[in-house]
């Protein structure tokens, strides 16, 4: 765990990082050539989705690692990261339905990405439901160690949906074979803002858990009977 | 179509999750904290 001091200078770096961002996206990067200002929701939704994989992708992880070892921290990092990680899916697909409005003239469709980004939103809202329902802490731990790593495995359907699948929503132009799509302007954009929102979710991940710690600690004193 | 509503609407969303998700976590950090300490004091105060 890091410490207080060490933590404050991440949240101020994430504060500085997300100021650049917004400057470089919505000053130096020009307009899109088809949609216009419009496309500036992509500096924001892109990275909070790319975000969102990172976290689950971190449960993923540990989640194999709590199973294989049985370690409370491993358990704790899951935890914490899935509830970020739903956090920055839901706002990724606030973001993207009011990008989509102006420009497919709807708030919503069911498109292939669209749907399975929801099905990857419901399954880790039930990963962290879980949890709640399960009485005893360390069978909840597993029970949930299960479903994330099941969960995880919707991100690779959600990247490849609109390769496999006839849809609405534009194929990869960032995590695709071979040159990137998007225009060299608009890369310097889109890099430093996924950049601030990495180091963003590494700040709530630590944020959280500390919440986890005072947790396990409450945990700790009412197993030897402090009540 | 004025496109700045929309910029601004999900950009503004966005920020309010963030700020209202950290609020969340600092008040439940706090709040267990607090319950923490109130155990550490009980046992305390029963063993002494």
Known sequence: MIGRGAERVLGLLAAF??????????????????????????????????????????????????LLRRQERHDAI?????????????????????????TWGTWWTWDAR???????????????????LVDDPSRGATFSAVLGIFGFLDIPIIHMSVVWWRTLHQPPSVLRPGPSTVAPDMQVALYTNLAAFVVLYGYFLVKRLRLEEARCELNRLRMEGVE | ??????????????????????????????AMAAQVAALQRHSKEAAS
């Open chain 1, 17 to 66: 990082g997300l100021l650049i961002g917004l400057y470089i996206g919505f000053v130096y990067a020009p307009p899109d050539a088809v949609q216009g200002e419009v496309q500036r929701i992509m500096y924001l939704h892109v990275p909070l989705i790319l975000v969102s994989y990172l976290a689950f992708f971190v449960v993923f992880v540990m989640s194999i690692l709590y």
């Open chain 1, 78 to 102: 899951a935890h914490s990261s899935a509830e970020i990680g739903v956090l920055f899916t839901a706002l990724a697909i606030a973001a993207g339905s009011i990008w989509g409005r102006p």
């Open chain 1, 114 to 132: 669209l749907t399975t980004t929801t099905i990857l939103l419901l399954i880790f809202i039930g990963y962290l439901m879980l949890r709640t």
């Open chain 2, 1 to 30: 179509m004025n496109p700045w509503p929309y910029i601004l609407g999900a950009y503004l969303l966005a920020a309010a999750g963030m700020v209202c998700y950290l609020v969340s976590l600092r008040r439940r950090t706090k």
